[in-house]
């Protein structure tokens, strides 16, 4: 029989061993994926949304569509494999690729220094100028002008963190669920204005009469980028080239002109 002592230092020894074990298993890099990976497997999971066009909406049938659906399939016909599409909300995203119920994503996710630390991105595929809009009766010229005033935002979001950075003390910011959200509370008079990309203004002005609503001024120019967990060194490299590749031939640009009628913005 061993000693006491023996069995607490074995029976320490095996926790620790075991809860070393279970961090790797449930570390981001025991699920990294290659493109060979990808390629055995035959086809891709990608997460998009479909609440922010024209980037993600859906068609006739209630699937994904928009700029970032067409760039998945893209990637699929590029790599040559199968894709599947899940569709993901803003505060959902990262958990989504986190835990692995999506490779990738392709979800409208700007890229910034907060969310780099967590995921990591490919070179830029797609560009969206960050506004304050709001009603043409507003005197609102600049983020100082947002004192007293109730601003929405998609909760998580670009826009969230763009205008808390800039708005003065005084300001109630305002988050909800997602942009569809906050532009009904700017059509219903619940906030006297909302951060949002310029296409969900555009997607406004068609809603409500001529000359209600309008741009104040530009809050940030952002870059989204395809998505995946740290540490896929291979799966990025193969991602870039794909960017650049379908950069160069113009296939991005046609996608991007057929959903937001302009050219690709030129991207560093």
């Known amino acids: 029989m061993s000693h006491p002592i023996f069995r607490r230092a074995l029976t320490g020894a095996m926790a620790a061993l075991g809860l070393g074990a279970a961090l ?9 994926q290659s493109m060979a990976d990808i390629k055995k497997k035959g086809e891709i999971t990608i997460g998009v949304m479909v609440d922010v066009p024209p980037y993600a909406t859906t068609d006739v049938q209630n699937q994904p569509d928009g700029y970032d ?3 998945a399939k893209l990637l699929g016909k590029d790599w040559g494999v199968k894709v599947n599409t899940v569709t993901v909300t803003g505060p959902n995203r990262i958990p989504y690729v986190l835990t692995n119920k999506v490779d990738v994503l392709v979800a409208v996710l700007a890229i910034t220094p907060e969310r780099s630390k967590q995921v990591q991105f490919s ?3 797609s560009a969206a100028t960050i506004v304050l809009y709001g ?5 609102i010229k600049s983020a100082a002008d947002l004192k007293g005033l109730r601003v929405g935002v998609a909760r998580a979001s670009t826009q969230d963190v763009a205008l808390s950075a800039v708005a003065p003390e005084g300001t109630e910011i305002r988050r909800f669920d997602d942009d569809a959200s906050a532009m009904q509370a700017l059509i219903s008079g619940q906030v006297d204005a909302i951060g949002c990309p310029s296409t969900v203004a555009a997607q406004i002005s068609k809603r409500v009469p001529a000359n209600t609503f309008e741009e104040k001024f530009v809050v940030r120019q952002q870059f989204m980028g395809i998505v995946m967990r740290l540490g896929q060194d291979d799966l990025l490299k193969n991602l870039n080239e794909f960017v650049a590749r379908n950069t160069a031939n113009g296939e991005l640009n046609k996608l991007y002109r057929k959903w937001l009628g302009v050219d690709l913005p030129k991207m560093q």
């Open 69 to 71: 659906a067409d760039v």
């Open 24 to 32: 790797v298993a449930f570390s981001p890099l025991a699920f990294a």
């Open 135 to 139: 009603s043409v009766k507003s005197p």
């Open 123 to 125: 070179s830029p595929y």
